[in-house]
């Protein structure tokens, strides 16, 4: 069974940092691209970074967090990441860990077959 557990959101002020985990379990996690999606209060779901498999790999950023959140994975430990950085009252959003249907992807949200539940991040003084 495919499981993906977001965690490390909570509460920071503007210009502040976060580091967000998701751990996987149920597939192969390193032959799977994966992405961070997250959505706003009464919003649609955004897709934020994607990063593919089959080691090291590609990655990118939509244009709103570039420069400042760095996604990364650690293949033995099944975890990704997204370290977030010069945090805006913006990037205030549930934030979803999701896997890939494929080794490489992108920001199309349909390529994505699984999904976490999400943490909550919120960015207020």
């Known amino acids: 069974e495919v499981q993906l557990v977001e965690s490390g959101g909570g509460l920071v002020q503007p210009g502040g940092s976060l580091r967000l985990s998701c751990a996987a379990s149920?597939?192969?996690?390193?032959?799977?691209?994966m992405s961070w999606v997250r959505q706003a209060p009464g919003k649609g779901l955004e897709w934020v970074s994607h990063i593919n498999g089959g080691g090291g790999g590609t990655l990118s950023y939509a244009d709103s967090v570039k420069g400042r959140f760095t996604i990364s994975r650690d293949n033995a430990k099944y975890t990704l990441y997204l370290q977030m950085n010069s945090l805006k009252p913006e990037d205030t959003a549930v934030y979803y860990c999701?896997?890939?249907?494929?080794?490489?992807?992108?920001?199309?949200?349909?390529?994505?077959?699984?999904w976490g539940q999400g943490t909550q991040v919120t960015v207020s003084s």
């Open positions: 999701a896997k890939s249907k494929r080794r490489w992807s992108g920001s199309r949200l349909e390529d994505y077959d699984y």
């Open positions: 149920g597939f192969t996690f390193s032959n799977y691209a």
